[in-house]
């Protein structure tokens, strides 16, 4: 078995069936909204005790999460799931370009994310 092919259509799969069409024409004012105050935001714009972020946007971390958690945005929940869930685990475990929460440009528009 090809392990790494048989992840890789299983990715893909989810991202063109469960994933793509979930956020085809999601504006940046859904991408954005927030009740909460999870997003990325300009550098060192945030509330959290911890930014992280290399580019223009960076994330809201704390650790440990603050009970209650705050919601969090669509934003950044795919910059999660960009980075920890899957990002990091392609560099760590099938040898693909390193990835982390520290160095990652997060998308400041949800076309980016599309």
């Keep these: 078995m090809d392990l790494i092919k048989e992840l890789t259509e299983q990715l893909r799969w989810h991202w063109d069936h ?34 992280m972020g290399s580019g223009a946007l960076t994330i809201d971390f704390e650790y440990p999460e603050p009970v209650p958690a705050p919601v969090a945005t669509i934003a950044w929940r795919m910059g999660h799931l960009m980075v920890g869930a899957l990002g990091a685990r392609v560099g760590s475990h099938f040898g693909g370009e390193p990835m982390d929460y520290q160095t990652f440009e997060y998308p400041g528009t949800a076309d980016v994310t599309r």
């Design 18 to 51: 469960q994933a793509r069409p979930r956020l085809g024409g999601l504006t940046d004012q859904e991408y954005f909204w927030e009740p909460a105050v999870r997003e990325p935001r300009p550098g060192g714009a945030g509330t959290a005790a911890l930014q």
